[in-house]
């Protein structure tokens, strides 16, 4: 069963229209189903993209409006899975915010426990001021 077979059977039914604010947060692999989701579905959902993939991007991407962006994307320049150039031109060209972690792997680590913590306070800090 795919991911995105996964996310059709748990959210089969549910009233999207009965929510004010729909936000799906995701990583990885799971950016590509929750954009490809909300565009097939629908859904104006806003949208936070830990460590997306070039493949995201093949979806649409939901324009900000004068309150600001709907889509904020994280990424860490030492990602393999991912090529920071690339992901730089496609965040730029949709006008998606884009934070960078310099030198981070594809969970946004350096691999010193304690730089790490402080991204993650620096990456909810942001979350949170989207929201």
């Known amino acids: 069963v795919s991911a995105r077979e996964q996310a059709e059977e748990i959210l089969r039914g549910v009233d999207w229209a009965a929510y004010g604010d729909v936000v799906f947060f995701s990583k990885s692999v799971g950016t ?33 409006d004068s309150c600001g962006a709907r889509v904020i994307a994280f990424h860490g320049t030492g990602d393999p899975w991912a090529a920071t150039e690339e992901i730089i031109r496609i965040c730029e060209e949709r006008n998606v915010p884009l934070y960078l972690t310099k030198k981070a792997n594809h969970s946004l680590e350096r691999g010193k426990a304690m730089k790490d913590l402080r991204t993650v306070k620096k990456v909810m800090r942001t979350v949170k001021k989207f929201l």
């Open 32 to 64: 590509v189903v929750a954009l490809s989701y909300a565009a097939e579905h629908g859904i104006d959902a806003r949208q936070v993209l830990f460590t997306p993939l070039v493949e995201t991007f093949r979806f649409p991407v939901a324009a900000g």
